[in-house]
């Protein structure tokens, strides 16, 4: 059973920055996309970045492109997100999930940490 472990939310002025951290276990992980999704108060959850573990291809969101990266360890099993220029509007839940290739939706989800933005 894939479990999913993040860390390293927390409070933040606008334009500062953070990284998050998930860290996988179980699973054949070479078989699966890595997302990052984000929850906001009143706001549906949506995919800001997503990565596949085999061949490293990337989707990022309009909104965070060019200030958020996405990044995978293969040694240590780890999934990054590191999130730059920070906005108040990123203030969510940040979820880090995953899928098998080829299907629509994440099957297997953390527990989420609270990133808040401060204007």
């Known amino acids: 059973q894939m479990q999913l472990v993040e860390s390293g939310g927390g409070l933040v002025q606008a334009g500062g920055s953070l990284r998050l951290s998930c860290a996988v276990s179980?699973?054949?992980?070479?078989?699966?996309?890595m997302g990052w999704l984000r929850q906001a108060p009143g706001k549906e959850r949506e995919v800001v970045a997503a990565?596949?573990?085999?061949?490293?291809?990337?989707y990022y969101e309009e909104s965070i492109k060019g200030r958020f990266t996405i990044s995978r360890d293969n040694v240590r099993n780890t999934v990054y997100l590191y999130m730059n220029s920070l906005r108040p509007e990123d203030t969510a839940v940040y979820y880090c999930?995953?899928?098998?290739?080829?299907?629509?939706?994440?099957?297997?989800w953390g527990q989420g940490t609270q990133v808040t933005v401060s204007s």
């Open positions: 990565i596949t573990w085999s061949d490293n291809k990337i």
């Open positions: 179980g699973g054949t992980l070479s078989m699966y996309v």
């Open positions: 999930a995953a899928k098998p290739r080829g299907e629509a939706s994440y099957s297997h």
